[in-house]
């Protein structure tokens, strides 16, 4: 079940979609960021950082993608925490509020940096695109 919540909530990211986002949030709290529930390429945090943006509730968001950023530098999940980066960059340009372009800026170049040197091609493209 945790990774289904994980899985829902990339799903409701990349569609933009708020579908039975409650009931996956909270599946996310209960059985992944409370128990501190670990599996690979999945991080609760993250996942609940996308469905905070999703809402609009984005300072809140803020503090789980740092909080994600924070977990996976620790476990070395290099990948994942690129990942996360290039996501709280997508955040603030989706939002486009004044200033988030340059918000979003430093981050998306660190995402890219990172999925350089990981050798993620598809990651650096989908960067590219972003940034342009």
């Known amino acids: 079940m945790p990774m289904s919540a994980c899985d829902a909530a990339e799903v409701l990211w990349l569609l933009e979609r708020l579908d039975h986002i409650g009931v996956v949030e909270r599946a996310l709290k209960e059985k992944m ?20 943006a999703l809402q609009g ?12 950023g924070r977990v996976l530098e620790e476990q070395g999940a290099r990948p994942l925490r ?16 004044s ?26 493209h989908r960067a590219d695109e972003l940034n342009a």
Not at 82 to 97: H, K, N, P, V
């Open 99 to 124: 200033g988030d372009v340059d918000r979003a800026h430093p981050l998306l170049q660190s995402a890219r940096r990172q999925f350089e040197d990981l050798g993620m091609t598809g990651w650096l």
């Open 33 to 52: 960021v409370a128990p501190d529930f670990r599996h690979p390429m999945m991080d609760g945090c993250l996942a609940l950082a996308r469905l905070c």
């Open 57 to 68: 509730r984005h300072d809140e968001a803020e503090l789980w993608f740092g909080e994600a």
């Open 82 to 97: 690129a990942i996360t980066d290039f996501d709280e960059a997508r955040m603030f340009i989706r939002r486009g509020r």
